[in-house]
């Protein structure tokens, strides 16, 4: 069984950044797909990136390359998403998870383990 603890969330001005985190414990961390997804206030849960379980597959939401960047450490199994340039429409509720690379980890029906979600207010 996989638990995962998302930290880093906070309240941030427009342009600044944060770096969230995502421990995982359990032994199944470093074979996974890592996803984080966000969800706004009154909207669906979206998709945000995904890393395979080497580092060497990642994919981001369209709208979120150059600003976002996924990372993960298996050896601290621990998962990484660095933000930058935030905006205020980047307000979520953030979550990781792990899963399989399915449809290239944007699928959320594909991961099976989610973490309870750090908050990101950006204000403008």
């Known amino acids: 069984q996989v638990q995962l603890v998302e930290s880093g969330g906070g309240l941030v001005q427009t342009g600044g950044s944060l770096r969230l985190a995502c421990a995982a414990s359990g032994r199944t961390f470093s074979t996974s797909t890592m996803g984080w997804f966000r969800q706004a206030s009154g909207k669906e849960r979206e998709f945000v990136a995904a890393?395979?379980?080497?580092?060497?597959?990642?994919n981001y939401a369209e709208s979120l390359k150059g600003r976002f960047t996924i990372s993960r450490d298996n050896t601290k199994t621990t998962g990484y998403l660095q933000m930058s340039d935030l905006m205020p429409e980047d307000t979520a509720v953030y979550y990781c998870?792990?899963?399989?690379?399915?449809?290239?980890?944007?699928?959320?029906?594909?991961?099976?383990?989610w973490g309870q979600g750090t908050r990101v207010t950006v204000s403008s």
């Open positions: 890393i395979n379980w080497s580092g060497n597959l990642i």
């Open positions: 998870a792990t899963g399989s690379w399915t449809r290239g980890g944007r699928d959320s029906s594909t991961y099976d383990h």
